[in-house]
């Protein structure tokens, strides 16, 4: 799990979904361009919600790891709805100063719906 600091408030969510709303960010600055992002979420009393950020340019995000927790959402479609929007958002990618790999888990199956 991981948390999201923006303006001043606290997101918990999954591991990939925070890296993918970063990767993102770093995308849509690097072409000047702004996106509002909804992104799954776990709330306070542990549901599964979902919390609006703008993101652009002036976006000030930072990423930072919080307690593992079995309600960790892991949302593979909204990943690869991230992926898909950077790669139309314009020609100019970031400066990759850690050689990593951006929106990862998009390209992973999603996982089956628990029919217990």
């Known amino acids: 799990m991981k948390y999201i600091h923006y303006d001043g408030s606290l997101i918990l969510t999954g591991d990939a979904i925070a890296d993918a709303v970063v990767d993102y960010a770093a995308v849509l ?4 361009r702004t996106d509002t992002v ?7 009393d542990g549901s599964v919600t979902r919390t609006t950020v ?20 892991e949302d593979r479609a909204f990943i690869r709805k991230l992926r898909d929007a950077a790669s139309r958002a314009g020609s100019a990618r970031p400066v990759d100063v850690d050689g990593g790999h951006r929106f990862v888990g998009a390209d992973e199956p999603d996982e089956p719906a628990d029919r217990s």
């Open 38 to 44: 909804a992104i799954p979420a776990v709330a306070d």
């Open 29 to 32: 600055g690097a072409n000047g």
């Open 54 to 73: 703008l993101v652009g340019p002036a976006s000030e995000l930072t990423v930072s790891t919080a307690p593992d927790d079995e309600l960790e959402p």
